[in-house]
């Protein structure tokens, strides 16, 4: 085995609090830092800006982040983009470097799950690897 993991996963938990103090404080410049354009305009025709998807987004980027493991790189949020329209699954879309890790990491794709509730908004983010001489033909 090469001691790549089969599966990869991150976790993230965001309090919906903190993120409203941030817009408080920072006026636009928390969406502007944390996210893209097209990331902006899906949540404004999704949530209306709600302060839960928001922090959701967040969370799953970080979450994204985690998967890839990037051992003291740095992933600019821009790189993580969070996409998905009202009443489906949103997506990771990955560029620059978090694209190439996850290259390097052999993830085909990462699929990510976001909650909220109450106070918190929670993600999860999964990838699983081809690791690459595996025997996946053994009987």
């Not at 305009?41 to 998807?53: M, P």
């Not at 979450?63 to 600019?76: D, F, Q, S, T």
């Not at 329209?85 to 052999?106: I, K, N, T, W, Y």
């Not at 990838?127 to 690459?132: D, F, N």
């Amino acid at each position: 085995m090469n001691g790549l993991s089969p599966v990869r996963v991150g976790v993230d938990l965001v309090s919906v609090a903190r993120i409203s103090q941030l817009l408080d404080t920072s006026a636009g410049r928390l969406l502007a830092d944390h996210f893209t354009d097209r990331e902006r305009a899906e949540l404004e025709r999704v949530a209306n800006g709600r302060l839960e998807t928001i922090s959701g987004r967040i969370a799953a980027k970080e979450a994204v982040i985690k998967v890839l493991a990037p051992e003291g790189e740095i992933i600019r949020w821009a790189e993580v983009e969070i996409l998905g329209p009202a009443g489906r699954v949103p997506r990771a879309h990955l560029s620059g470097r978090a694209a190439r890790l996850a290259s390097e990491r052999h993830l085909d794709s990462i699929e990510i799950s976001i909650s909220h509730e109450g106070p918190w908004a929670a993600a999860i983010a999964a990838g699983a690897t081809a690791v690459p001489g595996a025997d996946t033909d053994r009987d």
